[in-house]
């Protein structure tokens, strides 16, 4: 049984860095996209950052220039690398895969199939 495996949340203050890493495990396929997501208290869960199969990526407007999605050749583990973080940033971050086709590079969590249990980070001012 696959799964997919976050580590990397902790606490930092606003300016800091952290990065997160997940590791999909158990699969023999590999992923088509991954993505990162994040539901801070009492908010909806929003899409963070996307990453295909041929490394193109998309972000939401609120971390472009400061959040780097990443992953290894073998499609297998993500990263997202988050500096200048902000208090906002502050949430529980996902991530999540697609086995199958996929369309490009998206942060519309519909197209995925395979969720994390998530890694907390906490920002603090």
């Known amino acids: 049984q696959g799964r997919l495996v976050e580590s990397g949340g902790g606490s930092v203050q606003a300016g800091g860095s952290l990065k997160l890493s997940c590791a999909a495990t158990g699969y023999t396929r590999s992923t088509t996209c991954m993505g990162w997501f994040r539901q801070a208290p009492g908010k909806e869960r929003e899409g963070v950052a996307g990453i295909d199969s041929f490394g193109r990526n998309s972000y939401t407007d609120s971390v472009k220039g400061r959040f780097t999605i990443s992953q290894d050749n073998d499609k297998k583990t993500l990263y997202l690398q988050m500096n200048s973080l902000k208090p906002d940033d502050t949430a529980m971050y996902y991530c999540?895969?697609?086995?199958?086709?996929?369309?490009?590079?998206?942060?519309?969590?519909?197209?995925?199939?395979?969720w994390g249990q998530g890694t907390h980070v906490n920002v603090s001012s």
């Open positions: 999540a895969a697609r086995f199958g086709f996929c369309r490009g590079p998206t942060i519309d969590d519909s197209w995925y199939n395979v």
